[in-house]
Each structure stands twice: as C-alpha cells, then as structure tokens.
C-alpha cells in the first residue's frame, strides 16, 4: 500500500513550501511541489518610476535581497540599452559574489549539512583521532585536537543541559545518517567556525552596499558609491584594503574546509550520487560583467540539453535573443487565471485563481516556467556544468580537485557523471564557491586598477523616452537564473514579472503535465521511515529551497507539520 | 551597555511590515541615547548575527499573530517567549530564530530579548498599513519607549510627527 508523505512547510518562513510525496515499496512514486504563498508582488510595481523598482523588489525574498536589487536595475538599463561605467560594474560584482559565497557558505554548514551529520553522533568521537583526519585532508588552522575537544566539551553541555538549541528535533540515528562520530565532529567544528566566516562575506557587503541586509548602492545607470583615493567619506583605498582581508580569509575558509567537507560527506554517502538526477536539462547565464554593455563575463553560463556537456549552448550577453525569447510560464497547474497558454513573461499576467490543493489540477502558487516548452533545473549544479563545458579552467581545475577527493574517501572512482545527483548539487555549489571566491579576489584588483589609472566614474545618467520599452535583468543568482522582465511606457512600469530561481525548480506541472524540477529529482528517492523523511528533505535541501516571499509573522500556535496517511 | 531595536517583516504584505514602519517611524521621532541601535531587518536571517552578538538587549518589533484583535498590542519577554524560539520541525532552515539560536550556541545571545508587536489586521499584498494597524502605531512605538525606560535609556521626542 502506497503512503502519502506531507511536509509543510520545507523551508521554515511560514507558508513557504510545501511537498507531498507518495511513497510506495519504500521509494517515492510521484512528488508535488507547492509554494504556499501568493507572491503578486508583481502588481506592486504597475505604475511606478522604473528608477524605484530595485528598491521594492529587494524586499521580495529575506535571502536574496541584493539579487533582486541587481535583477531591476539590469533590467531598466537593458530596456534603455544604457552602458555603465566598469567601476560601478567591478562594485556590483564584488557584491554579487561576496553574496554569493555567504549564502552558499550558510545554505551548506547552517541549512543543509544537519541532514547528513549526526550532530549526537559527535559526542561519541575521539578529539585526537579526527584531528589526525582532518588535519590529512587540510591545513585549515581550526583543524587541531584542542579545537575538537572544546567544540566536543560545548556539544556535551548542550545535550546534557537537554538544550540542543538550533540541533534540536533533528533526524538524530536516522538509518540514512552514515557518517563515523568522527567526521560528524569535525563537521560541527565546521559548522561554527562556519558562523564566525560568514561575517566577512556580510562585511564585504555592507561596505560596498552601505548597509545590509538591504543594500542602498544600487542605482539605475551604476553605482551611488563615491570613489576617493583619499576622502573618508566614501569608499577609499583604505577601506578597500580591509574588504581584501576579509575575501583573503573568506578564500581560506571556502577551499580549505568547504570544498573539502562536501568532498568527504560526499565520499560517504556514494549512493547518493545515484539519487536524486531528475531534470538535467541545465539553464544559467553569464555573469561577473567586464564590461559596461553586458557583453564580456567572467563566468560563463548556457544551456545544456540532456545532461550531455557537448550539448552545450553558450548565452553569450545579456541581451541574447536566445535566453529572451526561450522562456515561458504556464499557469495550468498554478492558482492563477490561465486558459492562454505559456506566456512570456512581458506578457505575464498574475491574476489569482485560488481552488482546494488538487492533484491533478492546480496545487501551487508558483507558476511553471519553460526554456523552449521544456523544464529546466537551475542552481550551481547547472553553473558548473556550463561553466566546464565553456571550458572555464578554474572551473574545471576545482571540479577535477573535488572529485579526486571523493574518489580517495569513497575509495572508488568518482568522475563527473556523479554531480547529476541530490550530492552532486552540494558538491557542484562548494565547487561554483570556490571560482566565485577567486572571482572576488580578481574584481577587487580589477577595481584597484582601474582607480590606480585615475578612472573614478559609477554613474551614467539613466533618460526614458516616450513611448513603449522592454527590458530583461539576467541574473546568475547563488541559487541559479534570476530574470527581471519590465515593460516600460513613458516612462512608468507598465507589467513587471521576476522569474525566479525557485520557481524554475520548484515548478509544478507545466502545459504538458510534465513535473518540476524537485518533483523530478524526488522520484525514485529511497525513504526508510515515512514520518521521518530525511531522505526526502536531503533532496528538495540540496536545490537550497527559498520561495520568495518570506512572509514572517510571528505566531505563537501554529507548528509546523509532517503528515501521514494512506494515498 | 548595547542595545538593538530591530524591525522586522516584509513591507511588501501590508501588516506584515508593521516591525520596518516602527522603527522607521522611531528614529524620526525620537533622539535615541547612543547606545540604541535601530535596524531595519526586513525578513533576513544570517546577515544579523554580527549586529545582535554579544548586545545586551534585543528588542525585536513585528506582527504577532495571536488571535486578538486587529491592532491589540503584545509583549512577549521571559517565559512568554514563543516556544518558536527553542523548537521546531528540523534545523535546516535559518532564519532570524536561528540566528538566535546560533548565538545561544556560540554563547553570546542578548541577555534580554523582548518581541514587542501588533495583531495584524491584514497581510494582503501593499505597501501601506491597514487602517487598524496605523491607528495602532503610536501606541507600539510608546511601548518601544517603555521597553528602553526599563533598561534606563530614555528615549526623547524630538516633536516631529510620526
């Protein structure tokens, strides 16, 4: 008899998502992803000054209010076919990354590592045997036995005061938990330092964005930072130089205990680069911009067909016909008024059309979104895949690195077929953290330079014509494609539609009844107790679920849930 | 002595931006001492543990949805924490609570945390507040107020308009 699983809310901001599966022989059937929350923050914008748009849409989502913030303006200055100064390019990329890292930093050690770490498994480890290990693996300085045996004293005086405080309610001696105690403990020493790391992608952020977590930089045309050599009013080489200490340290961090973690829990659980493939067909596009028309990147994106590498097919700008003319949305599954069929997104409507959760009709509040009739994942997994197809050596260089690494723990040969899976995501984001850490490094020189050669320029002047523009705002956000698309009429936002990275992957049926991305990639996953589905939360994890409209209020009844019942 | 005044809630869904428009509406109103610290946190999470590490005081203002009347006033301090602060359904998620919690791992939590909010009366897409919420505004910044006098800081009107 087959089992249906619910879990509602997955991501733990009140109504966000939720997810049905049905588990039948120990195995999920069929999956539902449903995002539980109307976000018509779309209509918000109808009317308004194109210039105010990014100020609006950074309050969109709790995580990534400076991807939305970018998404905008890209896509004001793309409709006005508006170039901007490289510096305020060389600011906004150091924002973008500095971002980037913290999130991917926090997604893996804070959000996700717990479903594969048994945090009371810890307390059973040997401080002096896992500092033998990790410290062949590493020379991250916070790998010593002292250190382990603090982090292991702290551990034992949460669980003996019966505090576990963030720990608490986890799936601890869940059969799915596999690692020896002392990994899990080396992962818990991790996962602190982890919070003392994260600062200084925050710092570097608030620096250059002038405050976090909304960043107040942002203009249509550049940057409203002031560029001095010597002024302390702005932003000066001074302050410059302790934002290159803290990407020094946040580099050390990233290659020398992140990728190395992913790598061995990896290498531990090598079943699960048999789970969890669904949708590979990859979507991303080019970002890190070199230069002001959006036409050279550092990092490369595209489109790849079937999980097949020589199917590559590079974006080359942000202006390219083949990204803006490939995407649609379908409503047939979402609790929207449809009957058109996929629309574009100039030509998206969100008008609400809410009925019960119905299986085989709608169930989400997201709508489904196309490349060329066909859905896509996005996220880090389909960055680095483009990214080695584009043959980005660094990329290529950290990939090859991580997979060695799993190969010696796994004791087997891991080769690159292994990222089409619920690890191969963790693994594909430490991989995309690391280039994208160096990338920082690089756009600060470039930043450097161009000041050292006189060069102090982040604003061009944005003019609206009369009549009707239109504009889209790429965006390679951490979690995958960001796009921004705004119709423009004299002057005023006439439609505005964000298609977000969420709502590709978390996608319900699209025109033609074929599942998202995690109802794809939740097929087949193996789980071993349906009230406690870790397995299942290990995979919709490893797409670093946000639905963006973090509703937040404080309610002192509700719980959330995991239900059970006969399908 | 360090204290946070942090708003929080998303201004996008009316009410539920209540916690923002309050401490906007307090540093324009009132001259706060130096050792008050008034921050917009949106709905963000990780991004706040450096500015609550270590204070000696957080006072947090949001929607508190407690089944009263729209606009009513609550205080939740000590025991009256919600028990959202200590449980929930995995550790995976990291919001503001696992901020907290981070801290309280990490041994620098606030020594005092108090929520001080309103029952929303609406949470519908907007950017303005209900009628309800608005006419309950002074009443939560004069709780705002309250909460500083008790830890000796003294908050003065400085006569604009809120």
Same mark, same amino acid.
């Given at each position: 008899?087959?089992?249906?699983?619910?879990?509602?809310?997955?991501?733990?901001?009140?109504?966000?998502?939720?997810?049905?599966?049905?588990?039948?022989? &120990?195995?999920?059937?069929?999956?539902?992803?449903?995002? /539980?929350?109307?976000?018509?923050?779309?209509?918000?914008?109808?009317?308004?000054?194109?210039?105010?748009?990014?100020?609006?849409?950074?309050?969109?989502?709790?995580?990534?209010?400076?991807?939305?913030?970018?998404?905008?303006? $890209?896509?004001?200055?793309?409709?006005?076919?508006?170039?901007?100064?490289?510096?305020?390019?060389?600011?906004?990329?150091?924002?973008?990354?500095?971002?980037?890292?913290?999130?991917?930093?926090?997604?893996?050690?804070?959000?996700?590592?717990?479903?594969?770490?048994?945090?009371?498994?810890?307390?059973?480890?040997?401080?002096?045997? #896992?500092?033998?290990?990790?410290?062949?693996?590493?020379?991250?300085?916070?790998?010593?036995?002292?250190?382990?045996?603090?982090?292991?004293?702290?551990?034992?005086?949460?669980?003996?005061?019966?505090?576990?405080?963030?720990?608490?309610?986890?799936?601890?001696?869940?059969?799915?938990?596999?690692?020896?105690?002392?990994?899990?403990?080396?992962?818990?020493?991790?996962?602190?330092?982890?919070?003392?790391? /994260?600062?200084? #992608?925050?710092?570097?952020?608030?620096?250059?964005?002038?405050?976090?977590?909304?960043?107040?930089?942002?203009?249509?045309?550049?940057?409203?930072?002031?560029?001095?050599?010597?002024?302390?009013?702005?932003?000066?080489?001074?302050?410059?130089?302790?934002?290159?200490?803290?990407?020094?340290?946040?580099?050390?961090?990233?290659?020398?205990?992140?990728?190395?973690?992913?790598?061995?829990?990896?290498?531990?659980?090598?079943?699960?680069?048999?789970?969890?493939?669904?949708?590979?067909?990859?979507?991303?596009?080019?970002?890190?911009?070199?230069?002001? $028309?959006?036409?050279?990147?550092?990092?490369?994106?595209?489109?790849?067909?079937?999980?097949?590498?020589?199917?590559?097919?590079?974006?080359?700008?942000?202006?390219?016909?083949?990204?803006?003319?490939?995407?649609?949305?379908?409503?047939?599954?979402?609790?929207?008024? &449809?009957?058109?069929?996929?629309?574009?997104?100039?030509?998206?409507?969100?008008?609400?059309?809410?009925?019960?959760? /119905?299986?085989?009709?709608?169930?989400?509040?997201?709508?489904?979104?196309?490349?060329?009739?066909?859905?896509?994942?996005?996220?880090?997994?389909? $960055?680095?895949?483009?990214?080695?197809?584009?043959?980005?050596?660094?990329?290529?260089?950290?990939?090859?690195?991580?997979?060695?690494?799993?190969?010696?723990?796994?004791?087997?040969?891991?080769?690159?077929?292994?990222?089409?899976?619920?690890?191969?995501?963790?693994?594909?984001?430490?991989?995309?953290?690391?280039?994208?850490?160096?990338?920082?490094?690089? /756009?600060?020189?470039?930043?450097?330079?161009?000041?050292?050669?006189?060069?102090?320029?982040?604003?061009?002047?944005?003019?609206?014509?009369?009549?009707?523009?239109?504009?889209?705002?790429?965006?390679?956000?951490? $979690?995958?494609?960001?796009?921004?698309?705004?119709?423009?009429?004299?002057?005023?936002?006439?439609?505005?539609?964000?298609?977000?990275?969420?709502?590709?992957?978390?996608?319900?049926?699209?025109?033609?009844?074929?599942?998202?991305?995690?109802?794809?990639?939740?097929?087949?996953?193996?789980?071993?107790?349906?009230?406690?589905?870790?397995?299942?939360?290990?995979?919709?994890?490893?797409?670093?679920?946000?639905?963006?409209?973090?509703?937040?209020?404080?309610?002192?009844?509700?719980?959330?849930?995991?239900?059970?019942?006969?399908? | 002595?360090?204290?946070?005044?942090?708003?929080?809630?998303?201004?996008?869904?009316?009410?539920?931006?209540?916690?923002?428009?309050?401490?906007?509406? =307090?540093?324009?109103?009132?001259?706060?001492?130096?050792?008050?610290?008034? @921050?917009?946190?949106?709905?963000?999470?990780?991004?706040?543990?450096?500015?609550?590490?270590?204070?000696?005081? =957080?006072?947090?203002?949001?929607?508190?949805?407690?089944?009263?009347?729209?606009?009513?006033? @609550?205080?939740?301090?000590?025991?009256?924490?919600?028990?959202?602060?200590?449980?929930?359904?995995?550790?995976?998620?990291?919001?503001?609570?696992?901020?907290?919690?981070?801290?309280?791992?990490?041994?620098?939590?606030?020594?005092?945390?108090? @929520?001080?909010?309103?029952?929303?009366?609406?949470?519908? *897409?907007?950017?303005?507040?209900?009628?309800?919420?608005?006419?309950?505004?002074?009443?939560?910044?004069?709780?705002?107020?309250?909460?500083?006098?008790? *830890?000796?800081?003294?908050?003065?009107?400085?006569?604009?308009? @809120?």
């Amino acid at each position: 008899m087959s089992q249906r699983v619910t879990i509602d809310p997955v991501t733990r901001i009140e109504g966000h998502l939720r997810v049905d599966v049905e588990v039948d022989g &120990g195995k999920v059937k069929k999956a539902w992803a449903s995002g /539980q929350m109307w976000r018509g923050v779309e209509n918000i914008l109808i009317g308004r000054d194109p210039r105010d748009a990014w100020a609006i849409t950074q309050r969109i989502c709790g995580v990534c209010t400076t991807v939305h913030a970018l998404a905008s303006v $890209r896509s004001v200055e793309n409709a006005l076919q508006l170039e901007l100064p490289v510096n305020a390019q060389y600011i906004r990329n150091m924002i973008i990354l500095a971002h980037a890292v913290h999130d991917h930093i926090v997604h893996f050690y804070h959000l996700s590592a717990l479903d594969w770490v048994d945090v009371t498994s810890a307390l059973k480890a040997d401080p002096a045997k #896992a500092a033998s290990l990790a410290e062949s693996l590493s020379s991250w300085s916070g790998n010593g036995k002292a250190e382990f045996t603090k982090v292991k004293e702290r551990l034992s005086g949460f669980v003996g005061t019966g505090q576990l405080g963030i720990f608490t309610n986890g799936y601890w001696g869940h059969p799915a938990m596999k690692l020896p105690p002392e990994v899990n403990l080396i992962a818990v020493a991790h996962y602190l330092q982890a919070l003392e790391v /994260q600062r200084h #992608a925050n710092k570097v952020v608030s620096i250059l964005g002038g405050k976090t977590p909304h960043i107040q930089n942002v203009v249509v045309g550049g940057v409203a930072n002031a560029l001095a050599v010597d002024s302390q009013a702005v932003l000066t080489v001074e302050r410059l130089l302790a934002v290159k200490d803290w990407i020094d340290q946040l580099a050390d961090f990233v290659k020398n205990v992140y990728l190395i973690d992913v790598a061995v829990v990896g290498g531990f659980y090598p079943e699960w680069t048999q789970i969890g493939r669904g949708i590979v067909d990859y979507i991303s596009v080019p970002d890190i911009p070199l230069d002001g $028309r959006n036409t050279e990147f550092a990092l490369p994106g595209g489109h790849i067909a079937g999980g097949d590498l020589a199917s590559f097919k590079q974006i080359k700008t942000h202006d390219d016909a083949y990204f803006k003319d490939g995407v649609s949305e379908s409503v047939k599954h979402s609790w929207y008024e &449809g009957g058109k069929g996929p629309l574009h997104p100039y030509k998206g409507e969100t008008r609400p059309q809410y009925t019960d959760f /119905q299986d085989d009709g709608k169930y989400s509040w997201l709508k489904s979104p196309t490349f060329y009739d066909k859905p896509m994942q996005v996220g880090p997994l389909p $960055r680095v895949l483009a990214m080695v197809a584009a043959e980005h050596k660094p990329t290529i260089d950290y990939a090859t690195h991580a997979l060695e690494l799993v190969s010696t723990v796994a004791k087997t040969k891991v080769g690159i077929d292994a990222l089409h899976s619920t690890i191969g995501r963790h693994a594909a984001r430490a991989v995309a953290c690391a280039v994208e850490v160096d990338e920082l490094a690089r /756009q600060w020189d470039l930043l450097l330079a161009s000041m050292a050669r006189g060069d102090l320029k982040t604003f061009n002047k944005p003019v609206f014509p009369k009549g009707e523009i239109t504009g889209v705002g790429m965006h390679e956000a951490p $979690r995958g494609v960001l796009s921004h698309w705004i119709v423009i009429q004299d002057g005023k936002i006439r439609n505005y539609q964000c298609v977000v990275p969420t709502t590709w992957n978390a996608a319900p049926r699209n025109e033609k009844d074929e599942p998202g991305a995690y109802e794809a990639c939740l097929a087949g996953t193996p789980v071993a107790i349906p009230d406690q589905p870790l397995e299942v939360l290990r995979t919709v994890h490893s797409f670093d679920p946000c639905l963006a409209c973090a509703v937040h209020v404080v309610d002192q009844e509700k719980q959330p849930v995991v239900r059970v019942r006969a399908a | 002595m360090r204290v946070v005044v942090l708003g929080v809630g998303n201004i996008l869904l009316s009410d539920e931006g209540l916690g923002v428009r309050a401490v906007e509406r =307090l540093s324009r109103a009132y001259s706060l001492p130096l050792e008050v610290a008034v @921050i917009d946190g949106g709905t963000s999470g990780m991004e706040l543990l450096e500015d609550l590490e270590g204070i000696d005081a =957080l006072i947090m203002v949001d929607a508190i949805r407690a089944g009263e009347p729209a606009a009513t006033p @609550i205080r939740l301090t000590g025991e009256a924490l919600p028990v959202f602060f200590r449980t929930k359904l995995s550790p995976h998620q990291v919001g503001l609570c696992d901020v907290l919690a981070s801290l309280e791992l990490l041994g620098r939590s606030p020594r005092h945390i108090s @929520i001080l909010g309103l029952q929303p009366q609406s949470l519908a *897409l907007g950017m303005e507040l209900s009628r309800e919420v608005e006419d309950g505004m002074p009443a939560l910044l004069g709780m705002i107020v309250s909460e500083l006098a008790l *830890l000796g800081l003294v908050a003065a009107a400085t006569g604009g308009g @809120i």
